[in-house]
């Protein structure tokens, strides 16, 4: 499905820019890292997305995660459209929300309380203060390359968005707020056991996405996370998974099952909302009593747990669970992987393949990535002629060298078949 003409995108972006910040409503939409413009769309449907000039293209980026299932997977649809019928919020307590917070609790064993808010980066921000209030202490580590969301203290070396236009540390954000934010390297087990020994009783939380997916795809060490848990628990910090990328994709229980590690908190997001604005954070039940009302720390929301999200969230989750596509995504993944490094290998172009189940980032060089760092080395001009190159064989791909992409239950054999094949044509012009 070769594409034609983006006119109307074009017009619609141009007008677009006049009335919003480079004409769009999120950085991570704004192709700034491969040049040109993003693509404007009409709808999505299963693995596709179609924009309005009538293209079509095979969907690698999801609604950057929650689209699991596809576009218009029929029981979120139906859920949507039930609870719209009863009205869209109330501001107030209702039967949903005590369903949704028990799929959460049932299908991530180290959250025994969780509160529902609206985005990922609420979640984020939620769970560093809750973790400051219940330990006392100022300081949080994080890991260059690792996304939190635009939470202030959080938006110091901060991955895709932030790495891709340059701004680490973004104006506004004052020196004041990330003072107490210590980054350090994803994978590097010196520089943690150094830290914590010189300062652990000074650390609230440690926060690290436990597969990242903001720098590509990057995968923790054993030693690594074995490390982290150790070390948080001798200090007395609260180590939380930030799984609002990797939590319900990696696995229905997240990261944490996969690894067999336990969090003390987990921030969740994209999936859980199933293409709606929620987001949630829970986990130990002593440290969320600290949340107020039944603690002192305080947290709200006008239109958290809303009923509109919550049925979707719920219709997701309750898929997810009960016809588990986790074995269908990796057979479907794995067979992209592979025809994606063997199109690079006949077009003689240096990769490395990053993958943890149904996320993955093809990145332009040898190899190993493990932190922030050797991320870096990319060829990112070779990637954005690959972007490019795959955009106008319908191939939808994330928009940045940093970025992981998503395969979804709704990609067929021979979508991914297409794919590649759309690669083996790209690559060696690319050379
Ligand atoms: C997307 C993301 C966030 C932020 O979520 P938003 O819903 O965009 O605010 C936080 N953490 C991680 C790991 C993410 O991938």
């Given at each position: 499905?070769?594409?034609?003409?983006?006119?109307?995108?074009?017009?619609?972006?141009?007008?677009?820019?006049?009335?919003?910040?480079?004409?769009?409503?999120?950085?991570?939409?704004?192709?700034?890292?491969?040049?040109?413009e993003p693509?404007?769309?009409?709808?999505?449907?299963?693995?596709?997305?179609?924009?309005?000039?009538?293209?079509?293209?095979?969907?690698?980026?999801?609604?950057?995660?929650?689209?699991?299932?596809?576009?218009?997977?029929?029981?979120?649809?139906?859920?949507?459209?039930?609870?719209?019928?009863?009205?869209?919020?109330?501001?107030?307590?209702?039967?949903?929300?005590?369903?949704?917070?028990?799929?959460?609790?049932?299908?991530?064993?180290?959250?025994?309380?969780?509160?529902?808010?609206?985005?990922?980066?609420?979640?984020?921000?939620?769970?560093?203060?809750?973790?400051?209030?219940?330990?006392?202490?100022?300081?949080?580590?994080?890991?260059?390359?690792?996304?939190?969301?635009?939470?202030?203290?959080?938006?110091?070396?901060?991955?895709?968005?932030?790495?891709?236009?340059?701004?680490?540390?973004?104006?506004?954000?004052?020196?004041?707020t990330t003072?107490?934010?210590?980054?350090?390297?994803?994978?590097?087990?010196?520089?943690?056991?150094?830290?914590?020994?010189?300062?652990?009783?000074?650390?609230?939380?440690?926060?690290?996405?436990?597969?990242?997916?903001?720098?590509?795809?990057?995968?923790?060490?054993?030693?690594?996370?074995?490390?982290?848990?150790?070390?948080?628990?001798?200090?007395?910090?609260?180590?939380?998974?930030?799984?609002?990328?990797c939590g319900?994709?990696?696995?229905?229980?997240?990261?944490?099952?996969?690894?067999?590690?336990?969090?003390?908190?987990?921030?969740?997001?994209?999936?859980?909302?199933?293409?709606?604005?929620?987001?949630?954070?829970?986990?130990?039940?002593?440290?969320?009593?600290?949340?107020?009302?039944?603690?002192?720390?305080?947290?709200?929301?006008?239109?958290?747990?809303?009923?509109?999200?919550?049925?979707?969230?719920?219709?997701?989750?309750?898929?997810?669970?009960?016809?588990?596509?986790?074995?269908?995504?990796?057979?479907?993944?794995?067979?992209?992987?592979?025809?994606?490094?063997?199109?690079?290998?006949?077009?003689?172009?240096?990769?490395?393949?990053?993958?943890?189940?149904?996320?993955?980032?093809?990145?332009?060089?040898?190899?190993?990535?493990?932190?922030?760092?050797?991320?870096?080395?990319?060829?990112?001009?070779?990637?954005?002629?690959?972007?490019?190159?795959?955009?106008?064989?319908?191939?939808?791909?994330?928009?940045?060298?940093?970025?992981?992409?998503?395969?979804?239950?709704?990609?067929?054999?021979?979508?991914?078949?297409?794919?590649?094949?759309?690669?083996?044509?790209?690559?060696?012009?690319?050379?």
């Open positions: 499905m070769t594409n034609n003409s983006r006119q109307n995108s074009h017009k619609v972006y141009q007008r677009a820019q006049q009335l919003m910040p480079g004409g769009v409503n999120s950085a991570a939409r704004a192709f700034g890292a491969v040049g040109g693509i404007v769309f009409e709808k999505g449907e299963g693995a596709y997305l179609q924009d309005i000039d009538g293209n079509r293209y095979i969907d690698y980026i999801g609604s950057w995660g929650p689209m699991i299932l596809g576009h218009q997977f029929q029981a979120v649809k139906d859920a949507v459209h039930l609870a719209v019928e009863r009205g869209t919020s109330f501001g107030a307590p209702t039967v949903a929300e005590n369903q949704l917070a028990e799929l959460i609790i049932e299908a991530v064993p180290s959250v025994e309380m969780v509160r529902l808010v609206n985005s990922g980066t609420e979640a984020t921000m939620s769970a560093i203060r809750v973790a400051r209030g219940f330990t006392g202490r100022d300081q949080v580590v994080k890991f260059a390359g690792n996304y939190h969301g635009h939470v202030d203290s959080l938006l110091v070396s901060a991955g895709s968005a932030a790495a891709t236009l340059s701004v680490p540390n973004s104006p506004g954000v004052t020196e004041g003072r107490d934010t210590l980054v350090l390297n994803y994978n590097d087990c010196e520089q943690l056991a150094a830290t914590f020994a010189e300062q652990g009783e000074q650390i609230a939380a440690v926060i690290l996405e436990p597969v990242c997916g903001n720098m590509g795809c990057v995968t923790p060490t054993p030693e690594f996370l074995a490390m982290l848990r150790q070390l948080t628990e001798a200090a007395g910090s609260v180590l939380i998974f930030d799984e609002v990328m319900f994709r990696v696995a229905y229980s997240g990261a944490q099952s996969l690894y067999g590690v336990t969090p003390d908190m987990t921030t969740m997001g994209k999936i859980v909302g199933g293409g709606l604005p929620l987001g949630a954070f829970g986990g130990r039940r002593d440290i969320m009593q600290h949340v107020l009302p039944a603690g002192k720390v305080f947290q709200a929301g006008t239109l958290s747990g809303n009923p509109i999200a919550t049925a979707a969230g719920i219709a997701m989750l309750t898929a997810l669970r009960d016809s588990p596509p986790y074995d269908y995504l990796e057979q479907v993944s794995q067979q992209l992987a592979d025809g994606l490094q063997s199109a690079c290998r006949s077009a003689g172009i240096e990769h490395c393949l990053n993958r943890v189940g149904s996320m993955m980032t093809l990145f332009f060089q040898s190899g190993p990535v493990t932190d922030w760092d050797t991320a870096a080395k990319s060829d990112v001009a070779r990637f954005g002629k690959y972007f490019w190159g795959m955009i106008e064989q319908g191939v939808y791909m994330p928009c940045s060298q940093f970025e992981a992409l998503f395969v979804s239950s709704q990609h067929s054999s021979d979508d991914i078949a297409a794919t590649i094949e759309a690669a083996q044509k790209i690559l060696p012009e690319l050379k």
